[in-house]
């Protein structure tokens, strides 16, 4: 008999974290809009928020340990209504003079949740779901994700204008609560694992039965996590640096023209979801390298809009197509990558393992934009010799993982 996608346990999940991301958006563009109006410096808030990653990647491989060792319905609800009280408490004591510490106690406080909710939930899909179900279950999550980041930073920016920052703060902490009491109602076939050991050691028992798997008995998740990594370090870097960079600096346009640029990004995230649940069964896994290159492809006539005696409209647009496709691709293959790492993952390993699928895209993606943020001040009047070789590297990856992909599908 074919397994329901949407499963009542899996609803329940999706509703839950539409509920929370979308509290996570609205609270993170008031805090920085809050942040913006008080100190003038968009700079020290981005400190703040580069700071606040960091208990996240030291935090991710306990939070895969919690993941796999105790029940993961308890510790949704847990760090859901946790991070309830925590943005409560925040904004109950936020006064005049204190702001700055309150909110980046609160920041770091989030990040160090999330390290534990987010190789959670991605351990409950394959248990709530198998087959090529897992693969359109991530496209289902992802599109969840997309709306709560379109929907939100736009209710969250009018509702800030128009009663401040403590009622949006009251308006995500009744999300977060909401999605606790969601998440009570789960109900997941999980073996739990019971030790009489010490913590310090099952977390090295657990550690290097991890590192055992991904790096001998599975080499090709390893590999595959490589790939993943150098795909996200060239993409994102191009994408969260060099759009602002090309459309504010390099084309000399109105923030106007930026805004329906990052609108049009979203749109290609959810795009990409959909089509990712649209090629479930179609898209063999040994084609994935096709994918991974058609990333490269679509950055190479950004590039070379650059060389062609246009003006900076015509520019704008070419660069927009472009990395519509090249945001909706990579939002395909990751989709699909996540779920091959799902798939290949025995349900006692698979927190650990999806927490350093986490951790790994944590680490690359901070240096990939600092790279890039190089790369454009360097050829600032020449973004072609940044976009061109950029995309010519990213389809020799896919083309030299081409035999990775094939042994995974044959696998």
Known sequence: MKQKLFSKNFVLLILGQVMSLFGNSILKLALSMYVLDIIGSAAIFAGILSAATIPTIIFSPLGGILADRADRRNIMVALDALTGFAVFGAAFSLHQGNELIVISILLMILSILGAFETPTVQACIPTMLEGENIIKGNAVVNQAASLSCLIGPVLGGVLYAGFGLQPVMYASVGCFFITALLE??????????????????IIRQDFLASMRFIFKEQEEISRLLLVTALSRFFVMGIIIVGLPYIVRITLELGAGYYGAAESTL?????LGSIGAGLLTGKLKTGRLSIMLSSIGLFMIPAGIAFLCPIDSVTKYVINIVSFFGMQTAISIFSIFAVSLIQQRTPNHLIGKVMAYTSMITLCVQPIGQIVYGFLFDRFKDAAYLVLIPTGVLVCAVGLLAAGLFRKLEVK
């Open 184 to 201: 009570c109602f789960i109900k997941l076939n999980q073996q739990q694992i019971h030790s009489t050991e010490g913590i310090l050691s």
């Open 266 to 270: 979203a749109v290609a995230v959810i």
